[in-house]
């Protein structure tokens, strides 16, 4: 069993985005996907285009917004972020996750690879998400072969 959480800051946009991607490619019953922010609120729904990029692909979003907790921490076999700030920040507040919190670029590609910050769309047109929904899928894809 693998528990997969992903993290953005205010867990509206990004991290509910690769919550979706994941549960939506992944072909095993074993991995356990959820996403939280380091600066959410929580209760609030994923944003009205983060809804519209997923549904665009065929994904339903039924998202409440969740803080970072330390029962998501202990939840999580792995802990992927969207830049190296928001990896920092568990760090920083949860030096435990240190061993499992890594940013989802960095996590799924090689050494030689430029390892890059997914960017936020928050605020930005429709457009800017699916930019930042393409950009994820192509890392969602990776890790979906590397939980394999």
Known sequence: MTNVLFICTGNTCR?????????HLKDSDSIFVKS??????????????????LRERGITCQHKSSSLSSDLVEWATVILTMTNSHKQSVIDHYPEAGRKTFTLSEYVSDPSEEKRDITDPYGGPLTLYRQTLADLEVLIVKLKDKLK
Do not use: K
């Open 36 to 53: 939280a922010g380091v600066f959410a609120i929580d209760g609030s729904d994923a944003s009205r285009h983060s809804i519209e990029a």
């Open 15 to 23: 991290s509910p985005m690769a919550e979706g991607l994941l549960n």
